[in-house]
């Protein structure tokens, strides 16, 4: 039988080469070994709730998630492409999850204390029960690899923990879902996340000047890298905004010509103007054709509304069959 993947984003803003590197291109490459695994790729909308959102916008962002998805090339004939509320199994088996879960457990987390960090005024139930909801978005598929970034490893923990008690306990047969690391990154970014290019912490679509959205112009693309924090071009140890910038390098440009620079930076001297700009042009070039894909989806709305529609389709087929089945170990039926 073919192993089943998910994995899911929130709609809490355009997709930028955070969730580009982190998911999405772990994400395709699953797709395209469609011989060996079947693939489900959701829209995290009701994640979304966890935090303030706009609820004039959310249908339209979440949407545009989806257009995303076909853009980066997606395919709806391989992968299920959907809307998570849309199926509400999901729901149900967190709920059977919350039976399992302690409160000690999920506020521990540091994916909770962070979020409480950020705001403090809406630590609601919601937040405390998001890992929980993660683990049965993996878990009704029976997903057993999850493409997603080093951030949500704490949540993987929590849906492997779940998964051992819900076997133990009901004689489930779930698998402990693992994070899929995609190999086509250099070797150093393996696993790690994408850097801010502020020169701290990762790239984050809630730190202003941070990221550079899959949606930026050449333009924009050239002003954001521009605002990398460098220094005089010489030194010996490479560092901050100088690093960061050397790590995009290596993504786009590959790891010769990092090595090139950082030689350079030891001994002549580097000229960051020249640097930033053909650095801006390489990452244009990639983003190009997922902007034009995304232009052709937009004058099709109703391809978009019927990929959404058998997305639905095909994961609540599958979603129903978990969900009937836990509903009969737990006692229920
Ligand atoms: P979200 O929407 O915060 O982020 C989407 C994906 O992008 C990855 N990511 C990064 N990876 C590397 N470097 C970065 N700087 C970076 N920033 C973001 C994230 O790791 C993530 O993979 N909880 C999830 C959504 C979710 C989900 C799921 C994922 C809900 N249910 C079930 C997988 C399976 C989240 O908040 O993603």
């Not at 959907?82 to 999901?90: L, R």
């Not at 819900?166 to 994408?194: C, H, T, V, W």
């Amino acid at each position: 039988m073919k192993k089943r993947v998910l994995s899911g984003i929130r709609a809490t803003g355009r997709l930028h080469l955070g969730n580009y590197f982190g998911a999405v291109k772990g994400m395709l490459d699953l797709q395209s070994r469609s011989a060996e695994y079947e693939t489900f790729y959701m829209v995290a909308d009701l994640h979304t709730l966890t935090t303030p959102h706009d609820k004039e916008t959310l249908k339209q962002a979440v949407r545009d998630i989806i257009i995303d998805y076909l853009a980066v090339g997606l395919n709806p004939e391989k992968s299920a492409l959907f809307i998570q509320s849309h199926v509400p199994e999901h729901l149900e088996l967190a709920y059977y999850f919350s039976t399992v879960a302690t409160v000690a457990k999920m506020q521990h987390l540091p994916t909770f204390k962070d979020k409480v960090k950020q705001y403090p005024e809406n630590v609601t139930m919601a937040l405390l029960n998001y890992p929980i909801l993660m683990a049965s978005d993996i878990l009704v598929y029976k997903a057993g690899l999850v493409p997603v970034g080093i951030d949500q490893e704490p949540h993987l923990e929590v849906a492997r923990e779940i998964a051992r008690r819900m076997n133990q306990d009901f004689g489930m047969d779930f698998p402990e879902p693992k994070r899929f690391i995609d190999k086509s990154l250099p070797a150093g970014r393996q696993g790690e996340y994408i850097p801010s290019l502020t020169g701290e912490g990762k790239m984050s679509k809630t730190v202003e000047g941070s990221y550079i959205n899959l949606t930026d112009s050449l333009g924009e693309i050239k002003s954001k890298i521009a605002k990398i924090p460098t220094d005089s071009g010489q030194g010996s140890e490479i560092l901050g905004g100088v690093k960061t910038l050397m790590e995009f390098v290596e993504l786009f440009e590959g790891k010769e010509k990092r090595n090139e620079l950082e030689n350079q930076y030891r001994g002549k001297g580097l000229r960051y103007g020249e640097i930033k700009s053909e650095l801006s042009e390489t990452i244009f070039a990639e983003l190009e054709p997922i902007q034009i894909r995304r232009k052709e989806l937009e004058t099709n709305p109703e391809f978009v509304d019927k990929v959404i529609g058998e997305g639905a389709q095909k994961a609540r087929r599958v979603a129903a069959r978990t969900v009937a089945e836990v509903r009969e170990k737990m006692g229920l039926a």
